[in-house]
């Protein structure tokens, strides 16, 4: 990155540096438990090295910093460990209806140059999804089968790590920049997203339709993306992600 001295001449910071490496162990196992169903397990740990990190500030770029990383004086000095177990079972669409199930129960850490473990922003420590499907068949008119299918999924996402404003830096000089002594210190509510989506199909031999109804995130969960500093009332306020979302929807095919 090129920025400017103290006497206004540019210079290149940080061109120096070395890649960040890692050493990754997976053990994995895979069983098919019916002739439908399906189940894998994979236990993984990830131990990174030589990681991009502050000289002198608690910041790393696997820590989930903003973009005013490279603009501080950097060394390889960091390290980083991910350990996690996932577990997965499925069921193929069959008889007219299918699943599938997983789980993530995870540790993401990194270790700048002051030696104090810290969570990476990513740290959710678990996540697990869900879906589920059934299909009807109605109508027994030659040359005409009519479908309705029900779908309906979950998410569960643990508290998401986040490092909030610098309040006092805000205040002083009317820009925006996060708290770097203090990364990853503060944590959103979990999420816990359900969708579910009808769907009917008419087939004709010349034509087909499809109207379909989703309802996504039913229960109205709203992810922070950001924070932003107010200059007027020089108080902090967080941006969400949107809410709940219904999709009506017509399709025909000729």
């Not at 540096?17 to 162990?25: D, G, S, W």
């Not at 816990?192 to 199909?201: G, N, P």
């Not at 809410?243 to 095919?253: D, E, H, Y």
Request: include cysteine.
């Amino acid at each position: 990155v090129e920025r400017p001295d103290d006497n206004g001449e540019l210079f290149r910071s940080n061109d120096d540096l070395l890649c960040n490496k890692a050493h990754h162990f997976v053990l994995s196992y895979r069983r098919k438990l019916s002739e439908n169903i399906r189940f894998a397990a994979e236990l993984y740990h990830l131990e990174q090295f030589n990681m991009v990190v502050g000289e002198d500030l608690p910041i790393s770029r696997s820590g989930g910093e903003d973009f005013f990383f490279e603009t501080f004086p950097l060394n390889n000095g960091g390290k980083g460990r991910n350990t996690g177990l996932e577990l997965a079972i499925e069921r193929v669409f069959s008889d007219g209806y299918y699943f599938i199930a997983n789980t993530s129960i995870f540790e993401s850490t990194y270790t700048p140059n002051d030696q104090v473990t810290r969570p990476t922003r990513f740290n959710n420590r678990l996540i697990g999804n869900g879906i589920i499907g059934k299909e009807w068949k109605l109508g027994k008119k030659k040359g005409k089968t009519n479908l309705f299918n029900v779908n309906a999924s979950v998410t569960y996402s643990g508290p998401q790590y986040y490092t909030p404003i610098d309040l006092e830096y805000a205040v002083s000089t009317g820009r925006i920049q996060t708290d770097y002594l203090s990364p990853n210190s503060a944590r959103q509510d979990p999420l816990f997203y359900f969708d579910i989506s009808l769907v009917y199909q008419s087939n004709k031999p010349k034509r087909s339709s499809q109207l379909s109804l989703q309802i996504r995130n039913i229960f109205n969960q709203r992810p922070l993306i950001r924070q932003v500093f107010n200059r007027e009332s020089l108080s902090t306020s967080n941006i969400y992600g949107s809410g709940f979302i219904p999709v009506l929807a017509w399709k025909v095919q000729i």
